[in-house]
C-alpha cells in the first residue's frame, strides 16, 4: 500500500491503478533513471530555495541592524 501511494503521487497514477499493479513494476518505477534524475532535480530546487531564503534572512538581518544603529545616532 505504501509503495502504491507513492506511485500514485509521483506518476499522477489513480490509487486504484496503482494497487493493481504489480509490485515488480512499481518497484522498477522507482529505481528507474527517470525517477532518479527527477528526484535529483527536486531536490535541487529546494537546495535553491533554502538559499534564497537564507539570503533573504541576511537581508532582513542586516536591515534590523541599520535601524538600530539609525535610532541610536538620533537619541
Not at 7 to 29: C, D, G, Q, R
Not at 37 to 52: F, H
Request: glycine residues 4%; proline residues 3%; aromatic residues 6%.
Amino acid at each position: 500500500m505504501n509503495q502504491a501511494a507513492s506511485l500514485s503521487i509521483y506518476s499522477h497514477t489513480s490509487l486504484t491503478e496503482a494497487l493493481s499493479m504489480p509490485v515488480s513494476v512499481v518497484n522498477k518505477f522507482f529505481k528507474c533513471k527517470p525517477f532518479d534524475d527527477w528526484r535529483k532535480g527536486k531536490e535541487s530546487e529546494l537546495k535553491l530555495q533554502v538559499a534564497i531564503v537564507n539570503r533573504l534572512n541576511s537581508v532582513i538581518s542586516a536591515c534590523g541592524v541599520v535601524a538600530k544603529t539609525i535610532a541610536g545616532i538620533r537619541r
